[in-house]
């Protein structure tokens, strides 16, 4: 076997660079950023409105109209782009908010990234990959949750190499288990990765293992701070990593998700980065990203910039990093997670988010720790005993708490799995979301597997606010012109009705 420095050393194909550069050149031109953003620096009302109507037009914004409106700070006005992204986030994706888990296998790591507690100078950090039996255990602790999909998540090391990840794929799908209330037998239907650029042939393997979508945030997309905070390792290359979406594309995995570590640079610059990297997409492969994500710098172990840059972002900042991003890229999902505080993570989810994980836990074998941990506690009658993790998680509330304050506020939670194992992936779900069609197929399935959840896994709090949500959804899809089509809503009662008598995995 490769040292782990020799390993290392070989996992960037520069041919899998350059074929993708154009005359030599990546598509983020700092200059160029910088220019749009003097250039648009004092719109005026009235082209902010302009530029809202073309986002509910349901059209990707150019790099002039999106520094337009990084250049708000007219309270009103605010008032109105948080209102528009709304619109446009129900026009699309109706008022459904999916959820999610992430299962963190591995934190040994041959980088050096200056915000994680993973980086392999940290002395602090026990390191562990998890066997395949512990991978099955956690993932049966997150399944008794009610979880349906996960993110499933490696540090960068030759032990987490793409044959790993894959038997870890393998060992999560393969878990079923019994519910803890109701009929259901649970298990996890959507396998997202999140894992470090890897060469066509690997990437190859996750697909043909069935993921849904591949993830890898670009951090910063500011080449002289990348540099900085990236001082070693193969994440030290910008362009590897800056490319890693189009290889996943020609690979077969046509969901791909990027995103930027909100704190590390200049905020502003990075939802400019978001854009560039979205067109690029479309331009080489004709659709943009499935998601874009925007974790924001949270305190880490032996990580001083986690918690000193000069560059954290303010939470009325990152509510408007979510409205904008949901009106430039109006088709595109946004993922917020639990490092937010309860209270802006409620926020986030209610401006525009289409989203998030809930009852998380990042550390390595972490569910089945906090598990033992709780029993202990309980044993010695003493509080939650606190595990390692990766970097702090400020929203702890449980996946059941969190579906009900979504219910409160008129949201319904989906697990819906349907649209990649339906072949609704990649250009045909973009055409579909474009046309605001997709969402329309969501509601329908987020129906099922909210009354799925609401049946096997909800609190009886959740399940009194539940009930009714559910009644009206009904009620509307009833009126609902587009679901009197064929079949659709003969079919999706006769759906329905299984699900109330007990079948699960039933989707449109
Ligand atoms: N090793 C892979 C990589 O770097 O792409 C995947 C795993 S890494 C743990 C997943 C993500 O965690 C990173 O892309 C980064 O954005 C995020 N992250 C790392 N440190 C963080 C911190 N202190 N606060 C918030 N997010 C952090
Ligand atoms: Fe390793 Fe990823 Fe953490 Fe960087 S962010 S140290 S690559 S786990």
Redesign the pocket.
Known sequence: MATKETWAEQVIKQDEIDKYLINGKDFIDEQEILSHLEDNKNPDKQRIRDIMQKSLAIERLNPDEVAALLAVDDEDLLQEMYETALEVKRKVYDNRIVFFAPLYCSNL?V?S?LY?G??KENTEEKRRILTMDEIREETRIMTREGHKRMIIVF??HQRSNADYMVESIKAAYSVQEKSPKGPGVGNIRRINVNA?PMEISELKKLWEAGIGTYQVFQETYHKPTYKIVHPAGP?SNYQWRLYALHRAMEAGIDDVATGALFGVYDWKFEVMGLLYHAMDLERQFGIGPHTISFPRLTPASGSKLSTKSKYLVSDKDMKKIVAILRLSVPYTGLICTVREKPETHTALMTIGCTQTDASSNIGIGGYTDALKAKALAQAKGIKQIKNKQQFILNDTRSLDEMIREMAKLGMISSFCTAGYRCGRTGDKIMGLLKSCTEGKFCKLNAVLTFREFLDDYASDETREIGFPLIEKELAEIKEMPFYQKGKLHENFLKKYEQISNGERDIYI
Do not use: M, Q, S, T
Request: net charge positive; proline share 0%.
């Open positions: 790591c980088n990234c994680c993973f980086r540090g960068e470090a994440k």
